[in-house]
Nanobody
Framework: QVQLVESGGGLVQAGGSLRLSCAAS????????MGWYRQAPGKQRELVAY???????KYADDVKGRFTISRDNPSNTVYLRMNSLKPEDTGVYYC????????WGQGTQVTVSP
């Protein structure tokens, strides 16, 4: 079983920055994609960004140029650097890791005040 532990959420003013981290641990496994989703109040969970084990990245249109996903493969850790944050970025951010199935973190709250 793979466990994902997230950290780095919090409260920040609009225009500020945060960095989220997510570390995977557990039995020996090979992780393919790792990434982040977010869920705003009253909305569906949506993909923010992902990074494949080979380095291919994809971003949601509304975070391009502001967010950067990076990954340390040996430690199975994925990061999300979020700059120029906006109130609409507020939500619970969930990391995931794909092995033969998708594994989810517990979520970390990000709140951006106007």
């Amino acid at each position: 079983q793979v466990q994902l532990v997230e950290s780095g959420g919090g409260l920040v003013q609009a225009g500020g920055s945060l960095r989220l981290s997510c570390a995977a641990s557990g039995r020996a496994f090979r992780i393919d994609d790792m990434g982040w989703y977010r869920q705003a109040p009253g909305k569906q969970r949506e993909l923010v960004a992902y990074r494949s084990v080979g380095g291919i990245t994809k971003y949601a249109d509304d975070v391009k140029g502001r967010f950067t996903i990076s990954r340390d493969n040996p430690s199975n850790t994925v990061y999300l650097r979020m700059n120029s944050l906006k109130p609409e970025d507020t939500g619970v951010y969930y990391c995931y890791a794909d092995t033969l199935q998708r594994h989810w973190g517990q979520g970390t709250q990000v709140t951006v005040s106007p």
